[in-house]
């Protein structure tokens, strides 16, 4: 959760990601906002999403407030969701490279994955904004145009509610890439180990590596 920077007065969200984490891919269920303030309407709003979604865990950034908004919406959390582990993170550094840092070399390689619930889940939290300005709100609007340069967003909550779902898995990500290349350099070492020399008498296209075999060299000449 983002809490909102400036409440209604900055007409900020207060955003969410909601997600999930298997073979080393992050898959959104939901991103989206309620307007920023700290009135019970709204928490009561936004803990009911949550809750729908029974989470094992709930991240606050802490940065707004300095833990204001954690001890608000906790108790109202915990009403609607019993056990939920919730903590806070307290971030660093310029919002905007924070954000594409964290997200550009994820994405760049297939790990994060919105789901088509995550999609409509974006387009109907913004329904309720002026046309002119709900494209701003969207997620996918954010992560399409936002730049090093700061402030070059109007509006950037959902992805930097997005950015600290991410980076709440970067250590589980990095096990997880670390183990498949592990697996990758043993399957090559076993196939190495069965025909070192890479002749593959009895076949046509050689070894995995793409070495030809005895035969397919004969062939050639």
Do not use: C, W
């Not at 928490?43 to 606050?60: D, N, S, W």
């Amino acid at each position: 959760i983002d809490p909102a920077a400036g409440g209604k007065v900055s007409r900020d969200e207060t955003a969410y990601a909601i997600g999930g984490f298997l073979n080393g891919t992050v898959y959104v269920l939901a991103v989206g906002g309620v307007p920023g303030g700290y009135d019970l309407e709204t928490l009561e709003r936004l803990a009911t999403v949550i809750a729908g979604f029974a989470p094992q865990g709930v991240t606050i950034e802490k940065n707004m407030g300095y833990g204001a908004f954690a001890a608000i919406f906790t108790p109202i959390l915990r009403r609607k969701l019993r056990g939920v582990e919730i903590e806070e993170d307290l971030v660093s550094g310029q919002k905007e490279l924070r954000i594409i840092n964290t997200l550009a070399p994820v994405m760049g390689r297939g790990s994060l994955v919105f789901t088509e619930q995550a999609v409509q889940h974006d387009e109907e939290t913004t329904s309720g904004y002026a046309p002119s300005e709900r494209a701003h709100y969207s997620v996918f609007y954010q992560l399409g145009r936002l730049t090093r340069q700061r402030d070059s967003l109007p509006h950037d909550d959902r992805a930097d509610a997005l950015e600290g779902l991410v980076r709440k898995y970067q250590t589980e990500m990095a096990q997880d890439q670390k183990k498949r290349l592990e697996s990758q350099l043993r399957k090559e070492h076993e196939e190495m180990m069965r025909d070192p020399l890479g002749h593959n008498r009895y076949g046509d296209r050689g070894s995995k590596s793409g070495r030809l075999s005895m035969l397919a060299r004969r062939r050639q000449r």
